[in-house]
Antibody, heavy 117, light 113 residues
């Protein structure tokens, strides 16, 4: 099983980024997926989830209305569209699997988002 | 939101000695299906987190049997029978019963004395 995130980088406040997470080694379309972030030197914070077919999504209050999670099961890829970025969104962003109703069996290596002018 | 409170936040341990981390929840974590969705993660320095224990007491594949999880209701514990050098890192509990949001504890930093 492998999850590989990409798309992070330096962006100005108010800007946008689109993160991707490419999955392999398991039947991606069968499972819910999540995004979790970790600010530098801080703990883990759940950001968003999406069900297996993409018809249902949930967000943390801190990102609702600014972030959109989606997936392309044909390409085994999870996305996180991040708009109106703020300095407090600066963090490492991880994608996680949710297999057998137990979140977090698999984690990616993370992609770093830095929001700064 | 469910608040998970871990203790201690810092845990210096001598090699070969046991270690124990507590995770207390602000509300009971038994789901409507009777399952308790409380998991434990380890994050070694510079690495992504890794799940050790899922649903209170189930050890993930490849996790050494010196790690065990226990508890019920609002009180949960991660135990290491004999700490090894590779166990250094931060340990987090997480609840997936009452969501959104899914919530993590603050983390417990284990170091070798």
């Amino acid at each position: 099983v492998q999850l590989v995130e990409s798309g992070g980088g330096l962006v100005q406040p108010g800007g946008s980024l689109r993160l991707s997470c490419e999955a392999s080694g398991f039947t991606f379309s069968n499972y819910w997926m999540h995004w979790v972030r970790q600010a530098p030197g801080k703990g883990l914070v759940w950001v968003s989830q999406i069900n297996n077919d993409g018809s249902s999504t949930t967000y943390a209050d801190s990102v609702r209305g600014r972030f959109t999670v989606s997936r392309d099961n044909a390409k085994n890829t999870l996305f996180l569209q991040m708009n109106s970025l703020r300095a407090e969104d600066t963090a490492m962003y991880y994608c996680l699997s949710d297999v057998d109703a137990a979140i977090g069996r698999d984690w990616g290596q993370g992609t770093l988002v830095t929001v700064s002018s | 939101d469910v608040v998970l409170t871990q203790s201690p936040l810092s845990l210096p341990v001598t090699l070969g000695q046991p270690a124990s981390i507590s995770c207390r929840s602000s509300q009971g974590l038994v789901g409507s299906d009777g399952i308790t969705y409380l998991h434990w993660f380890q994050q070694r320095p510079g690495q992504s987190p890794r799940r050790l224990i899922y649903k209170v007491s189930n050890r993930d594949s490849g996790v050494p049997d010196r790690f065990s999880g226990s508890g019920s209701g609002t009180d949960f514990t991660l135990k290491i029978t004999r700490v090894e050098a590779e166990d250094v890192g931060v340990y987090y509990c997480m609840q997936a019963t009452h969501w959104p949001p899914y919530t993590f504890g603050q983390g417990t930093k284990l170091e070798i004395k």
